[in-house]
């Protein structure tokens, strides 16, 4: 009897690879085959390995597939989970319903999308069975950390969370190319000033305390220029204290510091579950105002989870002494519960995969003809290959099997899953 096939893409390499994979690895404890992808070869493994499902999550994703592949089974996870209300899932679905009707599942993060999508779906007449909530799945790797990943004394590092996309482009595209557009002349001022604001507290830091510094340059950046300007920014001396991030797991990053700067970001989430203490650098930059108004109503609550010094002197004063401690905050915990349910104490990925697993095992088209699975990872290798040559920033973007290393204790993650749900 063949096994479902699935194919899970992953949209950036550093945000969505670790939960595809973490996903994957579950679905195959099921009986399941699983491919993860790129962009870059994603609908030429979907032609060609044929799989009984995809998962994506990308809004625009399932028209896609579903015009090329009507009889594929869809699967949508909502990406984009702690989106300001005007943002939220059950909004685009009211501006583009056949996205809704082209999704076979639909798994949300939260009740709160939950809740807004029915209704929405009820408004149109729509089926209201395929919509399911999993949880944030990135944040099983909060839940599950192994405790030998969360040695902050070895490392003695600060760790520093970018968001610089416009100006620092993951494929190398100059930021004129989309400066005229709507919002990106004050968006890219705001990540000048506050990469400036970072670099000057990375010199600060390198001159005044023993700290290391670890960069990690958000998902839709290239790492290839941070690599390229150390030693400008900072001296041939203060290379050696300062590492760039490549992997593919925010979590296991952030764990590791003694304490993250950002400007304001999701990313504090991640951070304040992790109890890793926060300082955001958005009144050092000047960009203070400005952060308040990118997430409406979440980031006020995102900026009052961290520590917000009002200068690089005290600033220094702060990472000198003990570190605050992370406490309880009631917005952010209200956060957690509303758009991640996060206080169900399933994993997210398993849920997500039991849903998965429900819509593809009865499925016929596991029984057509397709190019075998190593067949179709042997094509990729070549075509990365090229895409390499044309452009070396291909990497920042896109996940490739075999080139990007593979998460941090993936194997033992899942296997605590696995156990979990069988206790």
């Known amino acids: 009897m063949n096994k479902p096939r699935i194919v899970i893409r992953a949209f950036t390499c550093r945000r969505d690879t670790a939960s595809a994979l973490l996903l994957a690895n579950i679905l195959e404890e099921m009986g399941c085959e699983v491919l993860v992808t790129s962009t870059r070869d994603f609908l030429r493994t979907v032609k060609y390995w044929r799989p009984n499902a995809v998962v994506v999550n990308t809004r625009s994703g399932p028209i896609s597939v579903k015009s090329l592949f009507p009889d594929m089974k869809v699967i ?9 209300d005007k943002d939220m899932i059950a ?3 009211y501006n583009n319903m056949d996205v809704y009707d082209a999704c076979d599942e639909i798994l949300l993060w939260g009740n709160k999308a939950y809740d807004e999508v029915i209704s929405l779906a009820k408004l149109r007449g729509r089926e209201i069975g395929k919509v399911h909530v999993v949880g944030n799945i990135h944040f099983d790797f909060v839940k599950y950390m192994p405790e030998k990943l969360k040695d902050k004394e070895k490392y003695n590092s600060i760790g520093f969370a970018t968001r610089y996309r416009s100006i620092n482009d993951h494929e190398g595209r100059s930021t004129l190319k989309y400066l005229p557009n709507k919002g990106n002349l004050d968006d890219t001022i705001f990540q000048c000033k506050s990469f400036v604001g970072m670099i000057d507290c990375i010199k600060e830091l390198l001159e005044k305390t023993t700290y290391n510094i670890s960069i990690r340059p958000h998902p839709l950046e290239q790492i290839n220029s941070y690599k390229e300007y ?3 920014w900072f001296g041939k001396d203060n290379v050696k204290r300062i590492t760039i991030d490549e992997s593919l797991s925010f979590s296991q990053w952030a764990v590791k510091q003694q304490a993250i700067l950002s400007p304001t970001s999701t990313s504090f989430m991640k951070a304040y579950l992790l109890k890793v203490p ?3 650098i958005d009144l050092i930059s000047d960009t203070h105002e400005y952060c308040k108004q990118l997430e409406e109503n979440l980031s006020e609550d995102w900026q009052s989870a961290g520590i917000a010094p009002k200068n690089i002197n005290e600033l220094v004063k702060i990472l000198s002494n003990e570190i605050p401690a992370v406490t309880l905050n009631e917005d952010i915990e209200r956060q957690l519960v509303e758009y991640c349910d996060y206080n169900n104490n399933e994993s997210s990925c398993l849920r997500a995969a039991k849903v998965i697993f429900n819509c593809v095992r ?3 088209i596991a029984k057509r003809i397709y190019v075998p699975k190593w067949l179709v990872n042997k094509i990729d290798d070549i075509s990365f290959a090229r895409a390499s040559r044309r452009n070396p920033c291909h990497y920042n973007l896109n996940y ?3 080139f990007h290393p593979s998460v941090e204790c993936l194997d033992e993650i899942t296997k ?3 156990r979990s749900d069988s206790n």
């Open 91 to 93: 909004q685009y679905y």
């Open 400 to 402: 490739k099997r075999g």
């Open 76 to 84: 949508q996870i909502d990406g984009e989970g702690l989106s300001p």
């Open 362 to 364: 009865n499925s016929n």
């Open 230 to 232: 150390l030693q400008i």
């Open 416 to 418: 605590t899953i696995i």
């Open 278 to 280: 926060v300082i955001n």
